[in-house]
C-alpha cells in the first residue's frame, strides 16, 4: 500500500470514529437519566390546583411521576385563574409572566390540565415553550375538532356523560316528569352546559328540562326549595354563580343539595359525598395517573408523537347510600354492581367483636364451670373412698383421714389465698389484747378498791387502742380487695411502702425475715391509683418473702429505699437474700405465666409491670453481687404536690 492510499484510509477512519462519538453525545442528550439529571415537568391548571377536583388530578400527576422518577423529577405547577380574571389583556399579562418566570428553565415536558389550559400552552407555544412535548387530560374530544394538536402533543381524553346518570335517576324515580339541571356561569361552567344540552335532548319527550345556570346563588337555593313534585336535579359545576361570585363547585353542591326538595345527581365521583344521591361518575384520579404514565414515556425518550391520544373508560355507578335513604330511594333499583358509599355498618359489623368476645368469655366460664365440677366430683369420690376405707381397716381409716384433711387444707389455701395466716394472727393480737383488758377491767370494778377507777381507765383505754388497731388492719385488707375504681390522687411513697410492711408484718415475723426500710431523704409524691400501688408492692414483697423461703440460707433480709432520681423519678428498690434467677431469665420473670414457685400461676410480676406502666413508670430486675436479687420500680415524680400529712391514699398511719 503506497503513502496516498494509507492517508487515505486513516482520514476516513477518523471520520468514522467523529461519527460515533456525535452519535453518543445525540444519545446522551435524549435520554435525561442518562445524565443524571432531573427532569423539569411544568404542570398548567385552568383554575387554583386547591379546587378540590384539580387537587385531586395534582395529586395523581405528581405520585405517577415521582414514583416512576424517583427523585429525577422536578415538578412546577401554574394557574391561569380563568374564572377570577376575565379581563381581555389577562392572556396577555399571563403570557409575559410565563416568558419571565420560565426564561432560565429549561423545561422537558408540560402538563395541560382541562381545555383552557390546553388552549393557552397552544396559541404561545412557539414563543413560549417552543420544541417541549405537551400532555394533556380532562380535554374531551369536541375540544380537539378544527384545532389538531401538534405531532410532539397527545394526551388523555376525557368522556363526561351524563343520560346514563338520568337513566339510573328514573330507575330510581319512576314517576319523575321534571328535570333541572343546574350550573354557573363561568367559561368552564358554560362549555359542560354545551355537553349536557347535547345529550339530554333525547329526553325531551319525557321530561320536561329546565336549565338553571343564570341565576345569583340566593335565588338559585329559593327555586329549589320550591320545585314542584316527582322533580330530578343534574348537577353540572359551578365555578361562578349569576352574579360572577366565586364557587368552589364541591361547596355549592353542598349548598344546593341541603336545599332542594328533591334528590341531586351528579356525573363526577369527588362530588359522591357532598348531599348528592350519586350517579353513573368518572374518576379524576385514575384520569391523571394516565397522563402521568405518557410523560413518563415521553421523559424516557419515547417521542409524544409515537404515543396515541386514548380516551379510557373510567365511569363507575357509584351512590351515598345517605342520600338514598334521605329521599326513600331504593337501592335495589340500582344498576347491578353498583357501589353503595358511606352505608351504615350493620349491628353484626359494629358488635362482631364484642359477640365473639362474649362467646369467647361464656365458652371459657364454661370451660371453668366444668373444670370446678369435675373438681367437685373428684373430691366427693375421694371422701367416699375415705368413708368407706375407714370401714374396712383402722390404716384405711387413718388414711381416709389424711385425704380430707388435705382436701380441705388446699380448699382453704385456694379460698383464703396465701396472706390469710398473716392477716389472721394480726387480727388476733388486738382482739387477745381486748378480751384481757375486758376481764381486767371487770375484776377492777368487782374489787371496789380505790385505786380501781384508774386501772379500769387504762385498761379501757388498752381496749380502744387495740381495737383500732384490729379496725386499721380490716381497713387495709378492704382497701387492698376492694374492685371499684379509684381516681388518680397524690400518693405519698414512703408512707405507702409503710402501709404494705404493717400488713404483711406477722407474715415476715413467722418466716423469720428481717426488713429493713430506708425512707427517702425528701418527701415522695407521685400520682396514681394507691390501691394498684399497693398491689405492686405487696406483689413484689411477698415474692421477695417466696425467694428467701426457697433459698433456705442466712441471711434472711429484705431492704426497702425509697430514693429520688434526677430530680424526676420516684425509685422503691426492694433488696432480698432470696435464690435468685439467672441472667438471661430476667427480663423473662416479668411474661406471663412464667414462676418459679410450684404453684404460681406466673401472673404477679406481668400485673405488676402494666400497673406501673399505666403510671408512666417502668419496672426492672437486676442481680445482686453477693445473692438474691433487686427489684427497682420508677414512677414520676410530683414536681408540685399538696401537703401529704394525714393524705388519705396512703392508708392510716
Known amino acids: 500500500m503506497d503513502r496516498t492510499t494509507g492517508e487515505l484510509a486513516w482520514i476516513g477512519g477518523g471520520a468514522l470514529f467523529r461519527a460515533v462519538l456525535l452519535a453518543l453525545a445525540l444519545l446522551l442528550a435524549l435520554v435525561p437519566s442518562a445524565t443524571g439529571a432531573a427532569s423539569k415537568v411544568l404542570i398548567v391548571f385552568d383554575e387554583d390546583n386547591d379546587l378540590p377536583g384539580l387537587a385531586v388530578i395534582n395529586r395523581s400527576l405528581r405520585e405517577g411521576f415521582t414514583a416512576e422518577l424517583k427523585g429525577e423529577v422536578e415538578l412546577y405547577s401554574e394557574s391561569l385563574n380563568l374564572s377570577q380574571f376575565t379581563s381581555p389583556d389577562h392572556d396577555a399579562i399571563l403570557l409575559e409572566n410565563f416568558r419571565r ?114 341565576l345569583p346563588m340566593r335565588e338559585l337555593i329559593h327555586t329549589l326549595q320550591r320545585l314542584p313534585p316527582n322533580s330530578v336535579v343534574l348537577f353540572l359545576t359551578m365555578l361562578a354563580d349569576g352574579e360572577g361570585r366565586s364557587f368552589i363547585p364541591h361547596d355549592a353542591l353542598a349548598e344546593i343539595a341541603r336545599a332542594a326538595n328533591a334528590p341531586v345527581y351528579v356525573a363526577v365521583d369527588q362530588f359522591v359525598g357532598r348531599g348528592a344521591v ?190 383500732m388497731r384490729a379496725d386499721d388492719t380490716i381497713k387495709r385488707l378492704r382497701s387492698l380487695f376492694r374492685r371499684e375504681r379509684t381516681e388518680r390522687v397524690t400518693v405519698d411513697v414512703d408512707a405507702l411502702v409503710e402501709d404494705v410492711l404493717r400488713l404483711l408484718r406477722s407474715d415476715f415475723i413467722s418466716r423469720q425475715i428481717r426488713v429493713r426500710f430506708v425512707r427517702g431523704q425528701e418527701p415522695s409524691p407521685v400520682s396514681g391509683d394507691p390501691v394498684q400501688l399497693r398491689q405492686v408492692l405487696l406483689n413484689l414483697l411477698v415474692n421477695a418473702a417466696d425467694a428467701i423461703g426457697a433459698a433456705g440460707a442466712e441471711p434472711r433480709q429484705i431492704e426497702v429505699e425509697v430514693a429520688e432520681r434526677d430530680g424526676a423519678h420516684i425509685v422503691i428498690r426492694i433488696h432480698d437474700t432470696g435464690a435468685g434467677v439467672p441472667d438471661h431469665e430476667l ?67
Open 101 to 214: 418566570k420560565y426564561a432560565g428553565t429549561r423545561l422537558d415536558l408540560v402538563v395541560a390540565v382541562l381545555g383552557p389550559s390546553l388552549d393557552f400552552l397552544l396559541r404561545h407555544r412557539d414563543t413560549l415553550l417552543p420544541g417541549v412535548p405537551i400532555v394533556f387530560c380532562g380535554v374531551e374530544a369536541s375540544e380537539l375538532k378544527g384545532r389538531l394538536p401538534a405531532r410532539d402533543v397527545t394526551g388523555v381524553l376525557l368522556h363526561r356523560s351524563f343520560a346514563p346518570t338520568i337513566d339510573i335517576a328514573l330507575k330510581l324515580q319512576p314517576q319523575a316528569r321534571h328535570l333541572y339541571v343546574v350550573g354557573g356561569s363561568s367559561g368552564f361552567d358554560r362549555h359542560l352546559q354545551d355537553t349536557a344540552r347535547r345529550e339530554l335532548a333525547a329526553f325531551d319527550t319525557r321530561l320536561s328540562i329546565e336549565y338553571l345556570t343564570a
Open 587 to 653: 427480663e423473662r420473670i416479668f411474661e406471663h405465666y412464667v414462676s418459679s414457685k410450684p404453684h404460681g400461676l406466673g401472673m404477679g410480676l406481668a400485673i405488676s409491670r402494666s400497673i406501673v406502666e399505666a403510671h408512666g413508670g417502668r419496672i426492672w430486675a437486676t442481680r445482686n453481687t453477693d445473692r438474691g436479687l433487686t427489684l427497682h420500680v420508677e414512677l414520676p415524680r410530683l414536681r408540685s404536690a399538696p401537703s401529704l400529712t394525714g393524705h388519705a391514699t396512703t392508708g392510716p398511719e
Open 278 to 467: 350519586g350517579g353513573h361518575v368518572y374518576s379524576l384520579a385514575k384520569h391523571g395517573r394516565y397522563a402521568a404514565q405518557m410523560g413518563v414515556r415521553i421523559l424516557r425518550g419515547q417521542p409524544a408523537a409515537n404515543i396515541p391520544i386514548v380516551e379510557p373508560e373510567d365511569h363507575a355507578v357509584v351512590f351515598d347510600s345517605r342520600a338514598l335513604e334521605r329521599w326513600g330511594l331504593d337501592d335495589e333499583r340500582l344498576p347491578p354492581g353498583s357501589l353503595i358509599a358511606y352505608r351504615a355498618p350493620s349491628a353484626w359489623e359494629q358488635y362482631k367483636w364484642y359477640v365473639a368476645a362474649g362467646i369467647t368469655l361464656i365458652m371459657l366460664e364454661g370451660v371453668l364451670i366444668a373444670g370446678l365440677l369435675v373438681n367437685r366430683a373428684q373430691r366427693r369420690r375421694a371422701e367416699a373412698a375415705a368413708r368407706e376405707s375407714e370401714a374396712r381397716s383402722r390404716r384405711a381409716e387413718d388414711e381416709a383421714r389424711t385425704q380430707r384433711e388435705e382436701l380441705a387444707h388446699a380448699l382453704r389455701v385456694s379460698t383464703l389465698g396465701e396472706l390469710a395466716a398473716s392477716i389472721a394472727h394480726e387480727l388476733a393480737q388486738p382482739l387477745t389484747a381486748i378480751l384481757a383488758n375486758a376481764q381486767a377491767a371487770r375484776r377492777q370494778a368487782a374489787s371496789g378498791h380505790a385505786h380501781a377507777k384508774r386501772d379500769r381507765d387504762e385498761a379501757l383505754d388498752d381496749i380502744v387502742e387495740a381495737a
